[in-house]
């Protein structure tokens, strides 16, 4: 298993390392759906709802592309907002639009956006991530939704999704305009890429590591672009992958969740993406949050969920820490049946 958390922690999500592990995917039983077009969306645009798509620049100058939802019966009142990303690799045809779509029904505005280099926002080179660059996104959407008219600037919260959970969090402690936070299957991918997942990562798997995505940077700098992980998510399955595999695999690799410009759904990221990752850890300040509330949402059987019940432990109050029955780490993706849609409702409600 120690080798597992070392494969996974070089770059999160590329789970092909793993399956190679496992087996041999070339018999494998289990097909990929017909992928869905770039222009479309994994959920029904919910008939209450308008949507348009919008650009706004981060603090670097990066171009971020996102969708604006707004409740069509919202009047000329201004109204609280909410800034959505996330999964970690996903975009926003995916899991954080189906959250803009559901809460915009709800009376909030909603946006939904592709973090820096990935999916139709700028940066480049592509599908690389900066736990810096990932909290600061978050900052350029509040900035984007504060100058919208009918936005009461005042009434801003953010969800993260995923990995985007740690970095909402994050995001939070230092821009004191969000005044409530909810994530869901937490990442703290910093926490992930340096210590592997449940922190099984030992010293000396750690410096081997580092060596070699150190070297990677040679070839890399020889080659004037950045390589890729020879094996991501499967193309099938053997079935005898980890459960949490298998979960990935079922969104990001089937006609559920696949889309061409989601990272997860196509080529991974980056093989040195993990670097930065390893040596700057996110959360530092995660006491700094309150008085603003903090919620998480974690299914009772995901692979993730110490993250989320770790982060409630540190936190400072309020906070609230709110578990799923039966659900995995993925049906708080798109499973509009299990994603508690009425409590996220309520806690911006009575929070913004």
């Given at each position: 298993?120690?080798l597992v958390s ?7 999500l ?6 190679a592990q496992?087996?041999n995917s070339?018999?494998?039983q289990?097909?990929m759906?017909i992928p869905?077009q770039?222009d ?7 008939e ?5 798509k919008v650009t ?6 990066i171009?971020l592309?996102?969708?604006?939802y707004?409740p069509k019966?919202?009047g000329n009142?201004?109204l ?10 996903a975009?926003k045809?995916q899991?954080s ?10 009376g909030f505005v909603t946006?939904a956006?592709?973090?820096s ?5 700028g940066?480049?080179p ?5 736990p810096?660059?990932?909290?600061e996104?978050?900052?350029a959407a509040v900035?984007?939704?504060?100058l919208?008219?009918n936005v ?6 953010v969800?993260g ?7 909402a969090?994050?995001?939070?402690v ?10 869901t299957?937490?990442?703290d ?6 210590k ?6 030992t010293?000396?798997e750690r410096?081997?590591?580092?060596g ?6 040679w070839t890399?700098?020889?080659?004037g672009k ?13 079935g005898?992958e ?11 690799k089937?006609?559920r969740?696949?889309h061409?410009?989601?990272?997860n759904?196509?080529?991974g990221w ?6 930065s990752?390893?040596?700057?850890p996110l ?6 949050i309150?008085p603003?509330?903090?919620l998480?949402i974690a299914g009772e059987?995901?692979?993730?969920r110490?993250m989320?019940e ?5 936190a400072a ?23 508690p ?10 929070n913004l």
């Open positions: 298993m120690k070392t494969l996974i922690a070089v770059s999160f590329s789970l092909g390392q793993l399956v496992s087996g070339k018999s494998n289990q097909k759906s869905a770039a479309q969306y994994t959920f029904q645009l919910n209450k709802v308008t949507r348009q706004f620049k981060n603090r670097y100058g171009t592309s996102g969708d604006l707004l019966d919202g009142e201004k609280a907002a909410l800034a959505i990303s996330g999964p970690f690799g975009v045809e899991s639009g189906l959250y803009a779509n559901q809460l915009a029904a709800r946006l956006f592709d973090p280099y990935t999916g139709e926002s940066g480049e592509r599908n690389v991530a900066s810096d660059i990932s909290t996104d978050f900052s900035d984007f939704l504060g919208q008219k009461d600037r005042r009434k801003i919260g969800i999704i995923c990995g985007f959970g740690g970095f969090l994050n995001a939070t230092v821009d004191k305009r969000v005044k409530a936070v909810a994530t299957s937490m990442y991918i910093s926490r992930v890429s340096a592997g997942y449940n922190d099984q990562m010293p000396g410096m081997e590591l580092l070699k995505m150190s070297l990677q940077r890399d700098a020889e080659n950045p390589a890729y992980p020879d094996t991501h998510l499967p193309e099938k399955l053997n005898d980890p459960q949490f595999v298998k979960d990935y695999f079922d969104y990001y089937t006609s969740g696949y061409e410009r989601s990272l759904s196509t080529t980056t093989t040195t993406n993990a670097l990752f390893m040596n700057m959360l530092t300040y995660l006491g700094e309150s603003r509330p903090i998480l059987n995901a692979h993730s110490y989320s770790d982060i409630f432990k540190a109050e309020p906070k609230e820490l709110m578990i799923i029955p039966n659900a995995v780490h993925v049906d708080l993706y798109d499973k509009v049946e299990v994603i849609f009425e409590k996220l409702e309520q806690f911006f409600k009575e």
